[in-house]
């Protein structure tokens, strides 16, 4: 029987498609891929002696042209296309342990070798690495094979990332776990989305609604809760750097609570991430920018300062602004780059000059590491606001061409000329490395001052006795006088004021003296100063209501109703600062210049950015930048399942560890930024409905021999919270948590001697009423003695930028929440709470246990509890003066061995693995 012509015709496709696939298959897999299998070996065998930072015998390996190029010995070491040729493998096969490589390490195995051989045979291709090739559209693999007939997840999957999840499984053998009882999942997203336990009421109404899509509406409340804010601000404060002091030995106060106010406010109203990242890195850039974009930039002004006397301000600058790459590398494009300081690369693609092209970014800002940090943007208060307000209408009516100016200079002091930049001293000082200080016959100068034909400066400064005269010459000692002012005696209290100058053209070094013959010796100060600003006078005289605007212009600079936070404003063109190598990274000594630019292995700016930090911003939140949505994806599945699709969140570069899902961290990123429009909650969203998420977290033992670590997904995260949560948690279920929000920093509970300040002499000062047990993310932050309890469970002092916390498991740990006084609280609380609905013991532990974790007790935890119980009431009911040690001075509520005894049972419920565990 003859079959029909279009089946047979069909047949026939078929077969031959199904022979081009299996052949296309076949010589795919019989191409050498350099990331995977060259790539490796150059890192572990080679890259140490032929890299970044040594290139022994002028053999490098970390850019091709360096591979092919003709080395020391005058021979290529690769030879594209000739193995035999080449002399790296003719090295590598040598006898002779003097001149086979690598020199004075084991030899590379034979299947090493014919890899390489391989490799260069078919041309010595180069690759990029997976992390730094711009994301691409990825395909949903299927998760139903009907070519085989069998079924997949098709019953399991929710969505796009099951599909993903799943094939790795099926690759692993593996099998999803159940979904988790509702109980579970609502402490747990809860806690993922905000930090906090579900409301009482929340969760009444979530265990209750038998709909569908309960949990989808459960996760809408959660991700518009106020609290979602402070939960995402928490983990980015540890990226920021976040401190309310400024580090080093001194470690003094700093003003910044604002900007971590400003975190919990972007998260919160769900500023798109490319938004979120253009402000922080240049906020004040933006065309007339708000108090709130200035904020932004304290991101970066979260650096150290260095307060100690005879510090040299340059070389702490200059490591602040070290820090800023760094920080901005780790932070948004998860890359280590501080190596990069002393050396080219010695593992990815990045050239030692590189380093400063990007360091020419931040250095061109107004920042010296001076003592008040400016520049401070200033946020006037009551009628100092108002003031404001009708000092700037006034502007724009009589002098628009001003406003701009003026305004700003209102706002962050800038443009000004520290005096710290003062040399050529003759009995005259940068006291404490900070001020200048003139005193009897003194010299000074002022160098580079570009006086763009003002015809005022405008200056702060101190004078502690009568009979000063200072004298303003110019370019040299003995130049013309510019003026000479008989200071006034401001006893020794700061004062603002101006001085009138000739109008001159350019830029001139100003040489400063002066006398005093009130002054008794040699070394006593007659007159100090902060800042000099060039200006005009005050526009508008004779202009009606000049009076008014002129006094509000004064009032406003000396404001005392007023909020300082440390920003960065960028220099002028006549402040400009320009940007030299470090010769092996030091500082002092300079090469060549550089211009502000990105590594070209990553691209290049987009057309038309400047260069500056709002190009730069531009860059990274660029469509084609291959890092920047790969970060903040893998970064925030991390906060999720304890572990990123790429483990190392700091480093997605060569030599972290390769994701496990690498298909999936581009679907997601690339739906981020295309998609979505760098929409956070978005992200979230899909994330925490995926069946993914909502397994079980149950390790059997197939997936205990298989997966111990979780790696694929077959069972749901059980992490332990991190050090703010398991504060904030106790707190909220003990009934203690003050829900206010934003301010300074607060002074929970700590014992005396902590904190040792013998420089500045500031002490704890235990906060008084609700601020005592607000969430942790508001306690006050001292780098050089953080929070003992945040630092038991693995908090960070935040010196440097963290891009992710390490989880130990240490006796400290349930030495703190059995012990630390904060907790004894808490589990008193938590008695009084589980007494509050009345009941035998019985009921109010059970009663305990179910506002903890939303579900029953089971029988036999209830008779640990019991028996727990049981015993402290025996102990307590003998020993009058232990059960008032256990309830503290508490007047309010009972005092009595059954009250003593279930706080014991509430401090180990709280204590519980299940209680400091997201399961």
């Known amino acids: 029987m003859r079959l029909p012509l279009f089946p047979k015709t069909a047949w026939i496709v078929s077969v031959l498609v199904l022979g081009g696939i299996t052949f296309s298959c076949m010589r795919s897999a019989d191409e050498v891929d350099f990331n995977t299998e060259v790539k490796p070996i150059f890192n572990k065998k080679c890259i140490t002696c ?14 091709r042209s360096d591979a092919v190029a003709t080395n020391k010995s005058g021979l290529p070491a690769i030879v594209p296309g000739d193995p035999s040729n080449s002399e790296m493998i003719r090295r590598l096969t040598l006898k002779d342990p003097e001149e086979r490589m690598p020199y004075k390490h084991p030899p590379l195995t034979d299947d090493e070798i014919a890899t390489l051989k391989k490799w260069i045979k078919q041309g010595a291709k180069w690759g990029d690495h997976w992390a730094y090739v711009p994301v ?15 079924t997949g997840g098709g019953s399991w999957v929710k969505n796009p990332i099951d599909h993903f999840i799943y094939q790795r499984m099926r690759e692993e053998k593996l099998k999803p776990s159940a979904e988790a009882d509702k109980a579970t999942l609502l402490r747990r997203v809860s806690l993922d989305l905000t930090g906090l336990p579900a409301s009482t009421s929340l969760a009444a109404l979530f265990l209750k609604d038998t709909r569908k899509d309960a949990y989808e509406k459960l996760v809408d409340t959660l991700l518009s809760s106020r609290h979602y804010g402070e939960r995402w601000a928490a983990m980015w404060m540890d990226l920021a750097r976040y401190a309310d002091t400024k580090g080093y030995e001194r470690d003094d106060w700093r003003s910044i609570w604002r900007y971590r106010d400003w975190l919990i406010n972007a998260f919160n109203e769900n500023k798109p991430y490319d938004r979120f990242i253009t402000e922080q890195l ?7 920018p708000t108090d709130a974009q200035y904020i932004a930039t304290a991101f970066h002004r979260n650096t150290m300062t260095n307060d100690e006397g005879g510090t040299d301000n340059e070389e702490f600058r200059t490591a602040a602004v070290i820090d800023r790459v760094n920080t901005t590398w780790e932070t948004v494009m998860g890359t280590t780059f501080a190596c990069v300081q002393c050396h080219s690369h010695p593992y990815d693609p990045f050239r030692h000059e590189e380093y400063y092209e990007f360091m020419a970014f931040f250095n061109n800002t107004r920042d010296e590491d001076t003592y008040d940090e400016y520049p401070l943007l200033r946020e006037f208060h009551r009628e100092d606001s108002l003031k404001f307000l009708q000092f700037k209408q006034w502007l724009r009516q009589h002098a628009p061409a001003q406003e701009k100016e003026l305004v700003k200079f209102v706002k962050t002091g800038e443009p000004a000329i520290n005096s710290i930049a003062a040399d ?9 490395t900070k001020w200048l200080v003139l005193r009897n016959n003194a010299v000074a100068r002022l160098p580079g001052v570009d006086l763009q034909q003002r015809t005022q400066i405008l200056y702060r400064y101190k004078a502690w006795k009568p009979g000063g005269k200072w004298v303003i010459h110019l370019d040299n000692p003995n130049g013309t006088v510019l003026n000479t002012v008989q200071v006034e005696d401001s006893k020794g209290a700061w004062k603002i004021t101006t001085m009138n100058i000739p109008r001159i053209s350019g830029a001139h070094d100003l040489y400063f003296t002066y006398q005093n013959k009130n002054l008794q010796t040699p070394e006593e100060t007659g007159m100090q100063f902060d800042w000099f600003y060039i200006s005009d006078p005050f526009p508008g005289k004779g202009l009606k209501g000049y009076d008014s605007a002129y006094k509000y212009f004064n009032d406003l600079l000396t404001s005392k109703q007023v909020t300082l936070t440390p920003v960065m404003v960028e220099n002028t063109t006549s402040l400009f600062r320009r940007t030299k190598i470090f010769e092996r990274g030091n500082w002092l000594t300079k090469g060549k210049e550089v211009k502000a630019g990105v590594p070209r292995s990553l691209g290049s700016l987009p057309a038309n950015a400047p260069h500056n930090r709002m190009g730069l911003a531009m860059w990274v939140t660029d469509k084609k930048n291959p890092l920047t949505a790969r970060t903040i994806v893998n970064r925030i599945w991390e906060q999720f399942f304890g572990q990123g699709i790429a483990e190392t969140l700091e ?20 739906k981020l930024v295309n998609e979505y429009k760098w929409d956070l909650k978005k992200l979230m969203k899909e994330i925490v409905l995926s069946a993914t998420y909502q397994q079980e977290s149950k390790l059997n033992v197939d997936a205990k021999e298989k997966d111990p670590f979780n790696k694929y997904y077959a069972r749901g995260p059980r992490v332990r919270l991190s050090a703010e949560q398991v504060r904030d948690q106790a707190l909220s279920v003990s009934g203690l948590l003050c829900e206010k929000m934003f301010g300074p920093g607060v002074y929970p509970y700590q014992p005396d001697g902590i904190w040792m300040s013998p420089w500045n002499g500031s002490t704890w000062k235990k906060s008084d009423s609700c601020d005592q047990y607000r969430r942790a993310m508001y306690t006050y932050w001292k780098r050089s003695a953080p929070y003992p ?7 960070t002092s935040r010196e440097v930028c963290t891009a992710r916390r390490i989880r130990t498991n240490t006796p400290l740990q349930s030495l703190t929440t059995l012990n630390d006084s904060a907790y004894i609280e808490t589990a008193q609380y938590f008695a009084y709470r589980m007494q509050a609905g009345g009941g035998d013991v019985k009921q109010q532990i059970s009663r305990g246990y179910e506002l903890a974790m939303y579900k029953p007790i089971a029988p036999e935890k209830l008779k640990v509890f019991e028996k727990l119980y049981a015993n402290a009431f025996a102990k307590f009911s003998s020993d009058n003066a232990k059960m008032k040690l256990m309830l503290g001075n508490n007047t309010k509520h009972r005092q009595d061995p059954a009250t003593a005894a279930l706080a014991v049972v509430a401090g180990a419920m709280m204590n519980l693995d299940e209680f400091i565990t997201k399961n």
């Open 282 to 288: 240049a906020g004040d850039l933006l065309p007339d």
């Open 50 to 63: 032929h890299g970044g930072v040594k290139r022994q015998g002028g053999f490098s390996l970390l850019f």
């Open 651 to 670: 480093d997605l570069g060569t030599q972290g560890l390769p994701p496990t899902h690498q298909a999936l961290l581009d679907y997601l990123s690339w």
């Open 789 to 795: 309890s945040m630092i038991t469970f693995d908090g």
């Open 424 to 432: 050529e001293l003759t009995n005259s000082a940068l006291t404490d």
């Open 136 to 150: 691409q559209k990825v395909a949903v693999p299927k998760v139903d094979n009907w070519f085989f007939g069998t």
